[in-house]
């Protein structure tokens, strides 16, 4: 049995406190303590009762990890690393800005999805995180009270490891844990269809797309995703949405020299979002090492941006950061760190 508290959500607890007697009305504060105030140790939970504290200290726990290192950017982003156990390295980005602080958040240990330009791709799929992994990320950094908005844009496809995901944003947006809004919180997939449904039905969270190409066969050169989450059926799944849910998506399109960004390009982009409430966040190819792609200039970028808003497609253009450290978008990767398999 699990013994570590830390993971769980406010069911579970419940559940807990119900099987060693401890009262439903303990697990309420159990689990403010935990996330809202973030304490581990039960003897120093005043609101709880002398018998509930004993009990708990005599068969649970809660135990969060610390990283082992933090790297800062000249522009203020921070990439902190965190190790799970033996040979289990994740990577994640702090964000600061003038008017928010976002959190970029790791789901896998690696990835299965393959992307030729992504440098997590390149260090393959080892395994999933845990619900108290994928939380610690928040919780362990000293930053944690600033941040405003969380994206789970770092190493790893969400729907991939979905059960954990929707485990993690239910913690975190529970008004008695970190209390995020769900409109805070972004999910970042390549499209798979069954993943994208679940979170517009039942959560407010945002959802981006990575396109990166709206010609099939081109996206499918540098997403093999594309052989089974087709652009065609991430179409057609954005079509049976209502108005305010399709606001509520939008498009990530990493943007490489010479190779997404022509006319040709602007037309397809239209096709595809002719009638639909979506936009396109533009974003600067960061350069990975060993890498067969290069970085277009900012001139090129905001050429293609004019062209697709005079085609009355919403777009923006999303600045990287924190490239200097590798932790811009596709950067992050522990490939490493790694010295033999995980068992």
Same mark, same amino acid.
Request: proline share 3%; net charge positive.
């Given at each position: 049995?699990d013994?570590?508290?830390?993971?769980?959500?406010?069911?579970?607890?419940?559940?807990?406190?119900?099987?060693?007697?401890?009262?439903?009305? #303990?697990?309420?504060?159990l689990?403010?303590?935990?996330?809202?105030?973030?304490e581990?140790?039960?003897s120093?939970?005043?609101l709880?009762?002398?018998k509930?504290?004993?009990?708990?200290?005599e068969?649970?726990?809660?135990? #969060?990890?610390?990283?082992?290192?933090?790297?800062?950017?000249?522009d203020?982003?921070?990439?902190?690393?965190?190790?799970y156990?033996?040979?289990?390295?994740?990577?994640?980005?702090?964000?600061?800005?003038?008017?928010?602080?976002?959190?970029?958040?790791?789901?896998? $240990?690696?990835?299965?999805?393959?992307?030729?330009?992504?440098?997590?791709?390149?260090?393959g799929?080892?395994?999933?995180?845990?619900?108290?992994?994928?939380?610690?990320q928040?919780?362990?950094?000293?930053?944690?009270?600033?941040? #405003?908005?969380?994206?789970?844009?770092?190493?790893?496809?969400?729907f991939?490891?979905?059960?954990?995901?929707?485990?993690?944003?239910?913690?975190?947006?529970? +008004?008695?844990?970190?209390?995020l809004?769900?409109?805070r919180i972004?999910?970042?997939?390549?499209g798979?269809?069954?993943? $994208?449904?679940?979170?517009?039905e039942?959560?407010?969270?945002?959802?981006?797309?990575?396109? +990166?190409?709206?010609i099939?066969?081109?996206?499918?050169?540098? $997403?093999?995703?594309?052989?089974? +989450?087709?652009?065609?059926?991430?179409?057609?799944?954005?079509?049976?949405?209502?108005?305010?849910?399709?606001?509520?998506? *939008?498009f990530?399109y990493?943007?490489?020299?010479?190779l997404?960004?022509? &006319?040709?390009?602007?037309?397809?982009?239209?096709?595809i979002?002719h009638?639909?409430?979506?936009?396109?966040?533009?974003i600067?190819?960061?350069?990975?090492?060993?890498?067969? *792609? #290069?970085?277009?200039? &900012?001139?090129?970028?905001?050429a293609f941006?004019k062209?697709?808003?005079?085609?009355?497609?919403?777009?923006?253009?999303?600045?990287?950061?924190?490239? &200097?450290?590798?932790?811009a978008?596709?950067l992050?990767?522990?490939?490493?760190?790694?010295?033999?398999?995980?068992?």
């Open positions: 049995m013994n570590n508290l830390f993971g769980k959500n406010l069911n579970d607890i419940t559940a807990i406190c119900k099987r060693v007697k401890i009262g439903k009305g #303990t697990a309420k504060e689990f403010r303590y935990i996330y809202r105030k973030g581990s140790d039960f120093k939970m005043d709880l009762s002398e509930a504290r004993g009990i708990l200290s068969n649970f726990q809660i135990t #969060t990890t610390s990283f082992i290192d933090v790297q800062t950017s000249v203020g982003t921070k990439k902190y690393l965190f190790k156990g033996d040979n289990k390295f994740v990577e994640t980005a702090y964000i600061p800005e003038a008017d928010r602080a976002t959190l970029c958040i790791s789901c896998q $240990m690696g990835c299965k999805m393959g992307c030729s330009f992504c440098f997590t791709a390149k260090q799929f080892q395994c999933d995180l845990s619900v108290a992994e994928i939380i610690n928040l919780h362990s950094i000293p930053e944690r009270s600033k941040v #405003t908005n969380i994206v789970f844009m770092g190493m790893g496809e969400p991939d490891n979905i059960e954990n995901i929707f485990a993690a944003i239910d913690i975190l947006s529970d +008004h008695n844990g970190y209390s809004a769900q409109t972004t999910v970042s997939t390549i798979i269809i069954l993943g $994208m449904k679940r979170l517009l039942t959560t407010a969270c945002k959802l981006a797309i990575s396109l +990166h190409n709206p099939s066969e081109e996206r499918r050169s540098i $997403m093999p995703v594309e052989k089974v +989450h087709t652009i065609e059926n991430i179409k057609g799944f954005l079509q049976t949405l209502a108005k305010k849910d399709q606001q509520r998506v *939008f990530e990493i943007v490489f020299n010479n997404n960004h022509s &006319d040709n390009h602007v037309q397809q982009l239209a096709n979002l009638g639909l409430a979506c936009k396109i966040n533009l600067k190819y960061n350069t990975a090492p060993d890498s067969e *792609f #290069t970085s277009p200039t &900012d001139d090129i970028i905001e941006q062209k697709l808003i005079n085609r009355g497609i919403v777009t923006t253009y999303r600045r990287s950061r924190g490239e &200097d450290i590798f932790a978008c596709g992050l990767s522990t490939k490493s760190k790694i010295n033999k398999p995980l068992k």
